[in-house]
T-cell receptor
Framework: SAVISQKPSRDICQRGTSLTIQCQVDSQVTMMFWYRQQPGQSLTLIATANQGSEATYESGFVIDKFPISRPNLTFSTLTVSNMSPEDSSIYLC??????????FGPGTRLLVL | EDQVTQSPEALRLQEGESSSLNCSYTVSGLRGLFWYRQDPGKGPEFLFTLYSAGEEKEKERLKATLTKKESFLHITAPKPEDSATYLCAVRGGSEKLVFGKGTKLTVNP
Protein backbone atom coordinates (compact mmCIF):
# COMPACT_ATOMS: atom_id res chain seq x y z
CA SER A 1 0.00 0.00 0.00
CA ALA A 2 1.03 3.62 -0.52
CA VAL A 3 2.86 5.64 2.12
CA ILE A 4 0.86 8.77 2.89
CA SER A 5 1.99 11.78 4.87
CA GLN A 6 0.09 14.83 6.04
CA LYS A 7 1.34 18.22 7.16
CA PRO A 8 0.85 19.64 9.68
CA SER A 9 0.14 16.76 12.03
CA ARG A 10 -1.62 19.13 14.39
CA ASP A 11 -2.26 22.85 14.78
CA ILE A 12 -3.99 25.36 17.00
CA CYS A 13 -5.50 28.29 15.11
CA GLN A 14 -7.41 31.45 15.86
CA ARG A 15 -10.93 31.91 14.59
CA GLY A 16 -11.19 33.78 11.31
CA THR A 17 -7.89 32.47 9.98
CA SER A 18 -7.26 29.77 7.37
CA LEU A 19 -5.14 26.62 7.43
CA THR A 20 -3.86 24.62 4.47
CA ILE A 21 -3.31 20.90 4.99
CA GLN A 22 -1.01 18.98 2.67
CA CYS A 23 -1.30 15.33 1.66
CA GLN A 24 1.69 13.66 -0.03
CA VAL A 25 1.79 10.11 -1.43
CA ASP A 26 4.92 8.16 -2.35
CA SER A 27 3.41 6.88 -5.61
CA GLN A 28 0.99 8.12 -8.24
CA VAL A 29 -2.66 7.51 -7.40
CA THR A 30 -5.82 8.15 -9.31
CA MET A 31 -8.16 9.21 -6.53
CA MET A 32 -7.60 11.31 -3.42
CA PHE A 33 -10.26 11.97 -0.82
CA TRP A 34 -10.57 14.39 2.08
CA TYR A 35 -12.49 13.44 5.21
CA ARG A 36 -13.44 15.07 8.48
CA GLN A 37 -13.61 13.11 11.73
CA GLN A 38 -15.31 15.00 14.55
CA PRO A 39 -15.43 13.61 18.11
CA GLY A 40 -18.18 11.03 18.46
CA GLN A 41 -19.13 11.33 14.81
CA SER A 42 -18.66 9.20 11.72
CA LEU A 43 -15.80 9.74 9.34
CA THR A 44 -17.40 12.05 6.77
CA LEU A 45 -16.30 12.66 3.20
CA ILE A 46 -15.71 16.32 2.37
CA ALA A 47 -14.70 15.98 -1.27
CA THR A 48 -13.04 13.82 -3.90
CA ALA A 49 -10.02 15.35 -5.62
CA ASN A 50 -9.00 14.03 -9.03
CA GLN A 51 -6.03 15.41 -10.88
CA GLY A 52 -6.89 17.73 -13.72
CA SER A 53 -10.46 18.38 -12.69
CA GLU A 54 -12.41 20.32 -10.09
CA ALA A 55 -12.96 18.60 -6.76
CA THR A 56 -16.37 17.06 -6.19
CA TYR A 57 -17.90 18.20 -2.90
CA GLU A 58 -20.38 16.31 -0.74
CA SER A 59 -23.60 17.81 0.51
CA GLY A 60 -22.92 20.28 3.30
CA PHE A 61 -19.42 21.17 2.14
CA VAL A 62 -18.66 24.06 -0.20
CA ILE A 63 -15.63 25.13 -2.17
CA ASP A 64 -15.43 28.59 -0.58
CA LYS A 65 -15.03 27.02 2.85
CA PHE A 66 -12.88 24.03 1.85
CA PRO A 67 -10.93 24.83 -1.32
CA ILE A 68 -8.95 21.86 -2.62
CA SER A 69 -6.04 21.62 -5.03
CA ARG A 70 -4.73 18.53 -6.85
CA PRO A 71 -1.80 19.70 -8.96
CA ASN A 72 -0.44 16.21 -9.71
CA LEU A 73 -0.95 12.51 -8.99
CA THR A 74 0.97 12.49 -5.70
CA PHE A 75 -0.15 15.65 -3.92
CA SER A 76 -3.24 17.49 -2.74
CA THR A 77 -4.12 20.30 -0.36
CA LEU A 78 -7.23 21.10 1.64
CA THR A 79 -7.72 24.61 3.02
CA VAL A 80 -10.06 25.25 5.92
CA SER A 81 -11.08 28.88 5.47
CA ASN A 82 -12.35 31.51 7.89
CA MET A 83 -12.22 28.99 10.71
CA SER A 84 -14.56 28.81 13.69
CA PRO A 85 -14.41 26.54 16.76
CA GLU A 86 -16.90 24.22 14.97
CA ASP A 87 -14.11 23.39 12.49
CA SER A 88 -12.07 21.76 15.24
CA SER A 89 -11.68 18.21 14.03
CA ILE A 90 -9.34 15.64 12.57
CA TYR A 91 -8.89 16.02 8.82
CA LEU A 92 -7.78 12.93 6.90
CA CYS A 93 -6.77 12.32 3.35
CA UNK A 94 -7.08 8.94 1.71
CA UNK A 95 -5.87 7.63 -1.63
CA UNK A 96 -6.70 4.77 -3.94
CA UNK A 97 -7.20 3.62 -7.48
CA UNK A 98 -10.87 3.03 -6.74
CA UNK A 99 -13.42 4.12 -4.16
CA UNK A 100 -13.29 0.59 -2.72
CA UNK A 101 -9.55 0.58 -2.09
CA UNK A 102 -8.72 3.54 0.11
CA UNK A 103 -5.68 3.95 2.31
CA PHE A 104 -5.64 6.71 4.88
CA GLY A 105 -3.04 9.20 5.97
CA PRO A 106 -2.27 9.82 9.64
CA GLY A 107 -4.56 12.84 9.91
CA THR A 108 -4.25 16.50 10.90
CA ARG A 109 -5.61 17.47 14.31
CA LEU A 110 -7.00 20.99 14.25
CA LEU A 111 -8.12 23.02 17.22
CA VAL A 112 -9.71 26.41 16.57
CA LEU A 113 -9.87 28.85 19.47
CA GLU B 1 -29.46 7.44 1.70
CA ASP B 2 -26.90 4.83 2.74
CA GLN B 3 -26.60 4.35 6.50
CA VAL B 4 -24.31 2.40 8.82
CA THR B 5 -24.91 1.71 12.51
CA GLN B 6 -22.28 0.06 14.67
CA SER B 7 -22.82 -1.54 18.05
CA PRO B 8 -21.82 -1.50 20.77
CA GLU B 9 -20.22 1.95 20.93
CA ALA B 10 -17.62 0.60 23.34
CA LEU B 11 -16.64 -2.90 24.45
CA ARG B 12 -14.32 -4.00 27.20
CA LEU B 13 -12.97 -7.55 27.13
CA GLN B 14 -10.52 -9.54 29.17
CA GLU B 15 -7.62 -11.01 27.27
CA GLY B 16 -8.78 -14.29 25.73
CA GLU B 17 -12.50 -13.40 25.97
CA SER B 18 -13.95 -13.76 22.47
CA SER B 19 -16.74 -11.48 21.23
CA SER B 20 -18.29 -9.87 18.16
CA LEU B 21 -18.82 -6.35 16.88
CA ASN B 22 -21.90 -5.55 14.81
CA CYS B 23 -22.35 -3.36 11.74
CA SER B 24 -25.91 -2.92 10.46
CA TYR B 25 -26.43 -1.19 7.16
CA THR B 26 -29.05 0.07 4.76
CA VAL B 27 -27.84 0.68 1.24
CA SER B 28 -29.26 0.69 -2.24
CA GLY B 29 -27.23 -1.94 -4.03
CA LEU B 30 -24.27 -3.00 -1.89
CA ARG B 31 -20.99 -2.71 -3.75
CA GLY B 32 -18.81 -3.55 -0.79
CA LEU B 33 -18.62 -3.53 3.01
CA PHE B 34 -15.33 -2.54 4.61
CA TRP B 35 -13.75 -2.92 8.01
CA TYR B 36 -10.99 -0.62 9.24
CA ARG B 37 -9.00 -0.46 12.44
CA GLN B 38 -8.04 2.93 13.89
CA ASP B 39 -5.49 3.38 16.64
CA PRO B 40 -5.44 6.60 18.69
CA GLY B 41 -3.73 9.43 16.82
CA LYS B 42 -3.58 7.51 13.56
CA GLY B 43 -5.59 7.14 10.37
CA PRO B 44 -7.81 4.11 9.72
CA GLU B 45 -6.02 0.96 8.60
CA PHE B 46 -7.79 -1.27 6.08
CA LEU B 47 -8.71 -4.77 7.30
CA PHE B 48 -11.32 -6.44 5.07
CA THR B 49 -13.66 -6.03 2.14
CA LEU B 50 -16.79 -8.17 1.80
CA TYR B 51 -18.95 -8.09 -1.31
CA SER B 52 -21.77 -10.61 -0.96
CA ALA B 53 -23.88 -12.28 1.70
CA GLY B 54 -22.25 -15.39 3.09
CA GLU B 55 -18.74 -14.17 2.40
CA GLU B 56 -16.16 -14.47 5.18
CA LYS B 57 -12.62 -13.09 5.55
CA GLU B 58 -10.05 -13.89 8.24
CA LYS B 59 -6.88 -12.26 9.47
CA GLU B 60 -5.15 -13.54 12.58
CA ARG B 61 -7.69 -13.30 15.42
CA LEU B 62 -10.27 -11.42 13.33
CA LYS B 63 -13.01 -12.84 11.13
CA ALA B 64 -15.52 -10.73 9.24
CA THR B 65 -18.84 -12.10 8.02
CA LEU B 66 -21.61 -10.59 5.93
CA THR B 67 -25.38 -11.04 5.65
CA LYS B 68 -27.87 -9.02 3.63
CA LYS B 69 -28.43 -6.60 6.52
CA GLU B 70 -25.34 -6.70 8.71
CA SER B 71 -21.75 -7.67 9.18
CA PHE B 72 -19.98 -9.06 12.20
CA LEU B 73 -16.36 -8.73 13.18
CA HIS B 74 -15.56 -11.70 15.38
CA ILE B 75 -12.54 -11.42 17.64
CA THR B 76 -11.22 -14.74 18.93
CA ALA B 77 -9.06 -14.83 22.05
CA PRO B 78 -8.19 -11.14 21.83
CA LYS B 79 -4.93 -9.65 23.08
CA PRO B 80 -4.31 -6.15 24.48
CA GLU B 81 -2.79 -5.14 21.14
CA ASP B 82 -6.19 -5.65 19.54
CA SER B 83 -7.42 -2.59 21.45
CA ALA B 84 -8.50 0.02 18.89
CA THR B 85 -11.58 1.56 17.32
CA TYR B 86 -13.05 -0.60 14.59
CA LEU B 87 -14.84 1.21 11.77
CA CYS B 88 -17.33 -0.24 9.31
CA ALA B 89 -18.14 1.38 5.96
CA VAL B 90 -20.29 0.57 2.96
CA ARG B 91 -20.31 1.54 -0.67
CA GLY B 92 -23.70 1.68 -2.33
CA GLY B 93 -24.62 3.37 -5.56
CA SER B 94 -22.65 6.54 -4.89
CA GLU B 95 -18.98 7.14 -5.50
CA LYS B 96 -18.09 7.21 -1.81
CA LEU B 97 -17.77 5.20 1.37
CA VAL B 98 -20.26 5.80 4.19
CA PHE B 99 -18.85 5.09 7.64
CA GLY B 100 -20.36 4.15 10.98
CA LYS B 101 -19.29 5.82 14.21
CA GLY B 102 -17.13 2.88 15.20
CA THR B 103 -16.77 0.52 18.15
CA LYS B 104 -14.03 1.26 20.64
CA LEU B 105 -12.57 -2.02 21.82
CA THR B 106 -10.45 -2.29 24.95
CA VAL B 107 -8.78 -5.59 25.82
CA ASN B 108 -7.46 -5.78 29.36
CA PRO B 109 -4.51 -8.06 30.21
Amino acid sequence: SAVISQKPSRDICQRGTSLTIQCQVDSQVTMMFWYRQQPGQSLTLIATANQGSEATYESGFVIDKFPISRPNLTFSTLTVSNMSPEDSSIYLCSVGERVETQYFGPGTRLLVL
Amino acid sequence: EDQVTQSPEALRLQEGESSSLNCSYTVSGLRGLFWYRQDPGKGPEFLFTLYSAGEEKEKERLKATLTKKESFLHITAPKPEDSATYLCAVRGGSEKLVFGKGTKLTVNP
